[in-house]
């Protein structure tokens, strides 16, 4: 499926721009798996500039922007460049926030809820399954027949909470695209690392232009790591705008 | 010039996992009737203004825009003119 996938795109890539805060340190892995392993076209974009490159796609990497001061992604939202990825995702421009990426996204009001403190306190880094819950999206439309995707978790701030009306709102409109599952696609509270309401792992906006996973895709991407469930994610993408 | 004292809080309906663990912390040492512990954010800074109004009106912009995150905190300040 996924050398299906790639012969899709052929030698066409869309451009990403990886967009790096200071503390972001999941930039350089996700600029990587873009270029080494997916062969895309790819750049970084300092949080200072003002303009971005005429990317096709941008990604807000993991990390922890800002040392996670005051509240995680909080301070990074007011970087210059978030303007500008602001008005992106206004425009219908698609946007990718992994881990961190996802708290600014938060903060910057482009996704509804928070993020607290995992509830068990503890800062969590393993391997979990999802199960994805929409497959009509940009983002993992193509990602067919298979009960979970195998990504890896590093955070302490993980544990996803809105209100009620907001999670009524993003359950009806198919706005949850990940939740927490076993290896065979059955959600269950022993398998909801963080506390998370409902198991949520990653959402989407309305528009179905921007979203944001706490789980890492970039970290299984590449085969010498032995995962690779990650690297369908930036396919499908990539395949799905170019189409 | 003023000085400003916020007080963030996050809401009573929003669980605090530090202060539950720091609570254990309580009842290990014996402190049984502490309940309810809550752990809050208290941020101190200076407005550079002699005007009352304009002091308080940037403090709002400030916690509404970045402090305090509504979706879940709520904030209250006090100002207290120094020379």
């Given at each position: 499926m996924t050398n299906e996938l790639k012969s899709n795109t052929g030698n066409k890539s869309p451009k990403f721009g990886v967009v790096v805060f200071p503390g972001s340190n999941c930039d350089h892995d996700t600029f990587y798996v873009l270029k080494k392993i997916l062969n895309f076209d790819v750049v970084f974009l300092w949080h200072k500039q003002t303009d971005l490159d005429e990317c096709d796609i941008i990604i807000l990497p993991g990390g922890f922007s800002y040392g996670d001061y005051l509240r995680t992604g909080s301070i990074a939202r007011?970087?210059?460049i978030m303007n500008e990825v602001i008005a992106f995702a206004n425009k219908g421009g698609h946007v990718l926030g992994i881990c961190n990426g996802f708290q600014v996204l938060l903060e910057a009001g482009l996704l509804p809820g928070v993020m607290l403190k995992n509830k068990s306190l503890n800062f969590v880094c393993k391997d979990v399954y999802l199960k994805i819950?929409?497959?009509?999206?940009?983002?993992?439309?193509?990602?067919?027949?298979?009960?979970s995707l195998r990504l890896a978790i590093a955070h302490g701030e993980g544990n996803y909470f809105a209100d009620e009306n907001t999670l009524k709102e993003i359950e009806e409109n198919n706005q949850i695209i990940f939740k927490y599952c076993s290896g065979d696609g059955v959600i269950a509270d022993?398998?909801?690392?963080?506390?998370?309401v409902m198991n949520i792992a990653g959402i989407i906006n309305k528009a179905g232009n921007v979203m944001g996973l706490m789980p890492h895709p970039e970290r299984c991407s590449d085969s010498v790591l032995g995962k690779?469930?990650?690297s369908l994610i930036f396919r499908v993408l990539a395949n799905n705008i170019l189409n | 010039m003023f000085k400003a004292r916020v007080m963030i809080k996050r809401r009573?309906?929003?669980?605090?996992p530090q202060g539950k663990a720091v609570e254990i912390g309580a009842k290990h040492l014996?402190?049984?009737?502490?309940?309810?512990t809550r752990i809050d954010k208290l941020i101190e800074f200076d407005i550079d203004t002699n005007n009352r109004k304009a002091a308080e009106d940037e403090v709002n912009d400030y916690c509404k825009k970045l402090l305090a995150n509504p979706i879940m905190e709520d904030y209250e300040f006090t100002l207290v003119e120094v020379s």
């Open positions: 007011f970087s210059p819950e929409n497959n009509e999206t940009a983002f993992t439309k193509g990602i067919d027949g298979k009960k022993k398998d909801n690392p963080n506390g998370s690779t469930d990650g | 009573k309906t929003i669980l605090d014996g402190l049984n009737n502490i309940k309810n």
